[in-house]
C-alpha cells in the first residue's frame, strides 16, 4: 500500500508532501507496530531494565521510545496532512509543513544512550 501511495504524484510542492512512506513501512510499521499489537517481536523488546535508582523494571531499551513516538509522529504528520487535503478538501500544508520543520529540529537533538 506505501509503495502505491508513493507512486502517485505529490498532493502539493512541499517537503513533507515528498516524502516516501514505503522505505519507512518495513522498518517503522511492520517492526514498532508489533508494541501496539503485543506479538512476538514486541515481547522480545520488553526486559528487565535496571533503573537509576536501582530497581528493575520490565521495559524496552531507552532508546526504542523516543524512535517509537518520533517516527510515529512523522508518519502520522503525513497521512494527516494528505487527508485533511484529500478527504476534507481543507487546506493545511502550511500547518503541516510547520509542524514538519518543527520535527525535523527536534529530531535532530534526539540523543540515544
Known sequence: MAQKRDAFPPITDTPLAMRGLASWYT??????????????YSMELVKPIEQKDGTVALSMEPHWLA???????????????????????????????????????????????
Open 27 to 40: 522498518s517503522v510499521y511492520a517492526q514498532l507496530s508489533s508494541v501496539s499489537h503485543y506479538d512476538r
Open 67 to 113: 524512535l517509537l513516538i518520533l517516527y510515529d509522529a512523522y508518519l502520522d504528520m503525513i497521512q494527516c496532512s494528505e487527508v485533511t487535503q484529500v478527504c476534507f478538501k481543507q487546506q493545511t500544508s502550511i500547518k503541516f509543513e510547520s509542524f514538519f520543520l518543527e520535527w525535523f529540529s527536534l529530531s535532530k537533538q534526539l540523543k540515544i544512550d
